[in-house]
T-cell receptor, first 107, second 114 residues
Framework: GIQVEQSPPDLILQEGANSTLRCNFS?????LQWFHQNPWGQLINLFY???GTKQNGRLSATTVATERYSLLYISSSQTTDSGVYFC?????????FGAGTTVTVRA | GAGVSQTPSNKVTEKGKYVELRCDPI?????LYWYRQSLGQGPEFLIY????????DSGLPNDRFFAVRPEGSVSTLKIQRTERGDSAVYLC????????????FGPGTRLTVL
């Protein structure tokens, strides 16, 4: 399967700060998703982005498929942004997940 | 509309017992997936259904694990002779189609084997 690496593993932010999370993957993909796992364990879909750039409110994502990486941008962070962010990639139907980035936003 | 639902939300069982975990996918989604998430890790693929048949069960850890989807909608993951190492959160996902579909996850079933 595809190998997925996320960085950094942990991120501590002050409320209002901006940040970038990175996801590297080992092969070409037909599916690339970003998730936020809330404290109750639910995986919330943020972006379905096998290529290109998308924006949703304070969040945006870019995938450069030819260079095998994706970036998730959080702008003007809020305490509710805290949690674990996962990147997952597939070149068929099996999503391979990274180890996640744990984001802590302090008030 | 309704998302993916899973029952029970929590299951505590004793070593050696049999358990069933249920997944109800989003209406109209033909592809269904089971993943397992251990503490501090990302989810790992277990099995994929397209319609009623298991198209890929290569992620099932051993023959104690089995899953069915008899009518192409609800799926049940069955674990025989549970072991303490089976303790994890079992996640179900569904997508509109298979190879290029965005996957949507349920809330998971937290299984604890004592």
């Amino acid at each position: 399967g595809i190998q997925v690496e996320q960085s950094p593993p942990d991120l501590i932010l002050q409320e209002g700060a901006n940040s970038t999370l990175r996801c590297n993957f080992s092969d070409s993909v037909n599916n690339l998703q970003w998730f936020h796992q809330n404290p109750w364990g639910q995986l919330i879909n943020l972006f379905y982005i096998p290529s290109g750039t998308k924006q949703n409110g304070r969040l945006s994502a870019t995938t450069v498929a030819t260079e095998r990486y994706s970036l998730l941008y959080i702008s003007s962070s809020q305490t509710t942004d805290s949690g674990v962010y996962f990147c997952a990639a597939a070149n068929d139907y099996k999503l391979s997940f990274g180890a996640g980035t744990t984001v802590t936003v302090r008030a | 509309g309704a998302g993916v639902s899973q029952t029970p939300s929590n299951k505590v069982t004793e070593k050696g017992k049999y358990v069933e975990l249920r997944c109800d996918p989003i209406s109209g989604h033909t592809a269904l997936y089971w993943y397992r998430q251990s503490l501090g890790q990302g989810p790992e693929f277990l099995i994929y259904f397209q319609g009623t048949g298991a198209a890929d069960d290569s992620g099932l850890p051993n023959d104690r694990f089995f899953a069915v989807r008899p009518e192409g909608s609800v799926s049940t993951l069955k674990i025989q002779r549970t072991e303490r190492g089976d303790s994890a959160v079992y996640l179900c996902a569904s997508s509109l189609s298979d190879r290029r579909g965005e996957q949507f996850f349920g809330p998971g079933t937290r299984l604890t084997v004592l």
